[in-house]
């Protein structure tokens, strides 16, 4: 067992290096040493002529006019309502502290500390000839000019009063007064007076509003672009190569950084971090492709393939990288979570490579659509559905960002209906030819494969239905019970199914030792002695398993042959020993040899092939009675710790238990009892009886 383990370790260890060293090279293709490369800075080797057209952007042209459009921009102003509340609370709070200066020089003897007091709390400084005339206006003539003042304060500020219009302001309040003809000169200069010191902005320059008007300005100007015709001298011999030749050059395919140290180093840490979170998510995810060396390698063949063919197929355009066809492949294959994780780290890689965030978007859109789509494929129909749906979210996807991209209409069709078309069509195609050839080199049963082992003209269950036909009506409704019992708590219902179907195939070996072929024939277990009763019937385990090897079955389906008993007591034939015999009976003599249930799909099996069994020993059964022997065989099996080997929680097993019992009572559903014609009346013995002949 210990070799066994380091044998496999020492495997997955040597995949994992695999992959490593194939994402290095992968990575660093584009970087390796070429003869036509030119260097800023250093003169050009020999003339570079133009082989095709191509169009650059010309960056300084660029900024230059999109800075222009900028400053065109004005700076966008905020009205702040607070401002104004603060300045007729100014206003309110003066003319409340005049009322009671007012009050207090009123007074026999008035206290002059006190209103020099009440002065200095003003919120406004007033001149003295003003608080003058406010201290001697009557309270009518205070609360009319309070009111005169509130008008000159909102005419001046519902336009907006800027902190560099403020004496403007203030000069439109005297001419708002001066047209207040019902004030007397003292009344209308006191106004004026207040309301210009109660004055403040109200009006702010919105300096992010402004930024980003100004930035959707400049992004509007559509870039300046030099066009090179084919045949035209870029850069002739001996001239130096400098910044603004970049472009063309790079468009042209001449100018590629060198590969360095440092640039390695950075993609073998980055393939390293790579490997080890997709391990890492395997290993508590999806267990069942971490513990499979087979599987390991095909998910490692997959992605290396789709990213060794991205490489080249993105230097013609950077919207042809099939990350969909990995998708699919990965979540049919293996699992749709981790189709799902290497779906984004592929759309990644896409991105670093091609330098494209478009590109990167698109492949991870495309890609999640695709793993969407094959998350329930059971059909070979189901994944031209898929396939459609690929095929148009690449088109909408490289539409949306060839429309942010281009500025002209040739560009935006050959990129969406050209690259985008033929790249999600082209994906989804191969995925499903690659398929079948995927499915059977590596062992695969997916739910295609599982739903054509279902068909009952499959050799095996031919004969299961033609041989053992109460085992193959059982199996039929032990299948029914474990699909709704599955997908009452999430599990794989479809394999359930199908799992049931075969579980009980051993039974075809001796067919009438099991009494649901018996029907109408003697019992052979009359005739024979408990202990070798029970062998025939454990034996059915063994059968099945050799059946399994012979019919080829795959192996997710062969494990619900032995784990679907587990190691349970074949109770009846036990008890019938102890009753007959006065030697010591061993109950494990009467157990199934087991596993235990590994899986919940197996677990479930096991419940519903006990249930089903049981129910059909119950003489009326009805919705109390399936529900209390439900109950019963389920607590059980919890009890007998067949359960202990699979991750059903507490919760699933009330899940399980519902479902059932909601299934049982729809097969067991009542029936009307007709009373008897014979005790009834005359005249409804004839009605009782056109009621049943037309039943």
Not at 158 to 169: F, N, P, S, W, Y
Not at 186 to 205: C, G, H, M, W
Not at 546 to 561: C, K, S, V
Request: net charge neutral; hydrophobic share 45%.
């Amino acid at each position: 067992m210990a070799r066994a383990f380091r044998n496999r370790s020492l495997a997955r260890i040597s995949i994992a290096l695999l992959a490593f060293g194939a994402l290095v090279l992968i990575l660093t293709l584009g970087d390796l040493p070429s003869s036509t490369k030119m260097e800023v800075g250093h003169p050009a080797p020999r003339d570079v002529k133009a082989t095709s057209r191509v169009e650059v952007i010309d960056e300084d042209s660029t900024r230059e006019a999109r800075r222009r459009a900028s400053e065109q921009v004005p700076i966008i102003e905020t009205y702040n309502p607070f401002a104004s509340n603060l300045s007729e609370e100014k206003v309110i709070e003066t003319f409340h502290g005049v009322a009671e200066m007012a009050r207090l020089r009123a007074t026999a003897r008035p206290d002059p500390q006190a209103l020099k007091v009440l002065e200095e709390r003003l919120p406004l400084d007033l001149a003295p000839n003003t608080l003058a005339t406010l201290s001697k206006a009557a309270p009518p003539a205070l609360e009319q000019l309070q009111n005169t003042t509130f008008h000159l304060l909102r005419v001046v500020q519902k336009d907006g009063v800027r902190e560099d219009t403020l004496g403007q302001a203030r000069q439109r309040i005297r001419e708002e007064a001066a047209q207040l003809t019902f004030l007397s000169p003292d009344y209308r200069e006191a106004s004026v007076q207040i309301a210009s010191k109660a004055l403040v902005p109200n009006t702010f320059p919105d300096l992010e509003a402004t930024n980003q008007a100004r930035r959707a300005a400049a992004e509007k100007v559509e870039p300046s672009k030099r066009v090179v015709l084919p045949g035209e001298i870029v850069i002739r011999e001996g001239d130096i190569v400098g910044e603004k030749d970049l472009p063309i050059l790079e468009a042209l395919g001449f100018y590629k950084p060198h590969l360095t140290l440092r640039g390695l180093v950075s993609y073998g840490l980055l393939a390293a971090l790579l490997v080890v979170l997709v391990a890492a998510f395997a290993r508590i995810h999806v267990p069942r492709v971490y513990n499979s060396n087979l599987l390991l390698l095909l998910l490692a063949l997959v992605v290396l393939t789709i990213l060794g063919i991205s490489r080249y197929l993105t230097t013609i355009s950077v919207y042809l990288a099939p990350i969909a066809t990995a998708a699919m492949l990965i979540g049919i294959l293996l699992d749709v979570r981790l189709a799902l994780l290497v779906t984004a780290l592929l759309s990644m890689f896409i991105g670093i490579d091609t330098g494209s965030l478009p590109a990167a978007a698109v492949a991870l859109l495309t890609g999640t659509v695709a793993v969407m789509a094959v998350n329930r494929v059971c059909r070979r129909w189901d994944l031209v559905t898929a396939s459609l749906l690929v095929w148009g979210t690449n088109i909408l996807a490289v539409l949306v960002f060839s429309l942010l991209g281009h500025d002209g209409l040739d560009g935006i069709l050959r990129d969406t209906l050209f690259f985008g078309g033929l790249n999600g069509l082209t994906a989804a195609l191969v995925a499903i030819g690659a398929l079948p050839f995927l499915e059977s080199f590596f062992g695969i049963t997916t739910h295609i494969k599982l739903l054509e082992l279902s068909n009952p003209s499959e050799p095996i269950l031919h004969r299961l239905l033609t041989e053992a036909p109460g085992t193959y009506q059982h199996s039929i409704m032990v299948g029914n019970l474990a699909e709704a019992a599955a997908q009452a708590i999430g599990a794989d219902a479809l394999l359930c199914r199908v799992g049931a179907y075969y579980h009980d195939i051993g039974k075809i070996r001796r067919p009438r030792f099991f009494v649901e072929n018996q029907v109408g024939q003697e019992n052979p277990h009359d005739r024979l002695a408990p202990s070798l009763s029970s062998l025939i019937i454990i034996s059915h385990v063994k059968d099945g398993l050799d059946l399994a090897r012979q019919y080829r079955l795959p192996e997710i389906l062969t494990q619900f042959i032995p784990e679907h008993h587990g190691t349970n007591l074949v109770s009846y034939f036990y008890h019938q020993a102890r009753s007959r015999s006065t030697e010591p009976i061993f109950e494990e003599d009467f157990r199934y040899p087991g596993p235990k249930p590994q899986s919940r799909e197996t677990a479930v099996v096991m419940l519903c092939d006990g249930i089903e069994a049981a129910s059909r020993t119950l003489p009326s059964p009805t919705a109390e009675k399936l529900e209390e022997l439900i109950n019963k065989m389920v607590d059980q099996a919890v009890k007998d710790g067949q359960l202990n080997e699979c991750d059903l929680s507490l919760k699933d097993l009330t899940d399980v238990k519902e479902a059932l019992a909601r299934t049982l009572a729809s097969h067991y559903h009542g029936r009307i009892e007709y009373p008897d014609a014979s005790q009834l009346a005359p005249s409804r013995k004839a009605k009782v009886t056109r009621l049943v002949k037309n039943a």
